[in-house]
């Protein structure tokens, strides 16, 4: 894997109105959950973050109380420009679906009898989990370079599925248990490599 991009030479929002449109179209792109398409934008088409710096961001925006994809797009807008960006930002995430979703719960009542209405957001579930799963595929190549190595991410990433889908245990529990553990092993990798 070639080595990441410096800074300096990374693409970079031009300026407070590209950051609004921009989170302003990916809000709108996502149904049940938006973060696959976010990667595939600031990554991919974008280029404003490598794969590596979305999968910590991300990391971090797991841990944070709130929506992970609003809490990610307060990192970034942070990131490139302040508070302002930080606004720009949350502002371009909210704005249109809070617009969207009024105007749906005021035609709810007359919709949701519609078995056809059902369905398709029954569809539209499927779809949303199919782009997570994606996500999650896409992302793994970020873990090579992940200090613990892939074996120990690979167990990670197993018994945080054995922890949630199989024993059904409380999320908190996971992320303060596993991500606990997690951490506690990446500085033990980290102390070790820098041993003499």
């Not at 949303?128 to 200090?147: D, H, Q, T, W, Y």
Request: charged content about 10%.
């Amino acid at each position: 894997m070639p080595p990441a991009e410096p800074p300096a030479a990374r693409a970079v929002p031009a300026s407070l109105l590209e950051v609004f449109l921009t989170f302003t179209a990916l809000a709108l792109q996502g149904f049940g959950g938006v973060l696959a398409v976010a990667q595939r934008e600031l990554v991919d088409r974008k280029g404003w973050l490598t794969r590596e710096e979305f999968l910590d961001a991300y990391s971090v925006a797991q841990l944070l109380p709130g929506p992970n994809v609003v809490n990610l797009s307060l990192m970034l807008g942070d990131r490139f420009f302040g508070l302002p960006g930080a606004l720009a930002a949350i502002a371009g995430m909210l704005a249109a679906p809070l617009a969207i979703v009024l105007a749906l719960a005021a035609g709810h009542a007359h919709l949701a009898a519609h078995p056809q209405v059902a369905g398709a957001l029954r569809g539209m579930g499927a779809v949303a989990a199919g782009l997570m799963v994606a996500m999650a595929f896409k992302l793994i190549g970020g873990l090579r370079r992940n200090p613990m190595g892939a074996p120990a991410c690979a167990l990670f990433v197993l018994a945080t599925l054995v922890a949630v889908a199989v024993l059904r245990l409380p999320l908190a529990w996971v992320i303060f248990g596993l991500g606990g553990l997690g951490w506690c092993t990446a500085r033990w990798y980290l102390w070790r490599e820098a041993q003499p």
